[in-house]
């Protein structure tokens, strides 16, 4: 399977790059599970903390680092996703909650839409982790990357957000 960016990319298409498209669709993706449960996805200029934006709740943020992928390993129920020493390390620093959101699409060619005439629909599944707690059992260690296990009750639910309010709040006490 080729890489991301050697994939045929239409003139009409070439203004980004397919890596900076599945950024940009996860980006959507996740604005959009906010969006329908009355909040919003923040994204950060820069990414100098692990992190690409927040979720504004009312009473605090959760921070997100968003990862996207179209490589077919990932459109499985269970699999490991390497995470980098350096992101272990600035998510264990973190006094606010950090989750990880992994946007997997499935679509080889890079055409994620299906337009039909009552609906438009994208072959794509959100699976996100907790990782500054995560972070902090794991910053020590020697090897320079870490792996987080996915399975299917990692996936994004109708729920989602709730137990991210949840988390969020957690180093309040958990109260709203």
Not at 54 to 59: A, G, L
Not at 100 to 128: E, I, M, Q
Not at 144 to 172: C, G, N, Y
Request: a negative charge; glycine letters at 4%; proline letters at 3%.
């Amino acid at each position: 399977m080729p890489t991301l960016d050697d994939r045929h990319v239409d003139a009409i298409d070439a203004a980004i790059g397919m890596t900076a498209r599945t950024e940009e669709f996860s980006i959507a993706f996740l604005s959009q599970v906010c969006a329908q449960e009355g909040f919003e996805f923040v994204r950060w200029n820069q990414d100098y903390q692990a992190v690409d934006g927040d979720i504004k709740f009312r009473e605090t943020d959760l921070r997100v680092q968003l990862k996207s992928t179209v490589q077919d390993r990932f459109w499985n129920d269970e699999f490991s996703f390497s995470l980098q020493k350096e992101w272990l390390v600035k998510w264990s620093e973190s006094k606010i909650p950090v989750i990880l959101v992994l946007v997997v699409l499935n679509s080889p060619d890079g055409k994620w839409a299906t337009h039909a005439a009552d609906s438009t629909s994208f072959p794509a599944r959100g699976y996100w982790k907790r990782v500054d707690e995560f972070a902090r059992k794991h910053v020590d260690m020697s090897a320079q990357s870490k792996s987080v296990r996915f399975s299917i009750s990692d996936r994004i639910t109708s729920d989602s957000v709730t137990i991210w309010h949840k988390v969020a709040m957690s180093p309040f006490g958990g109260r709203v």
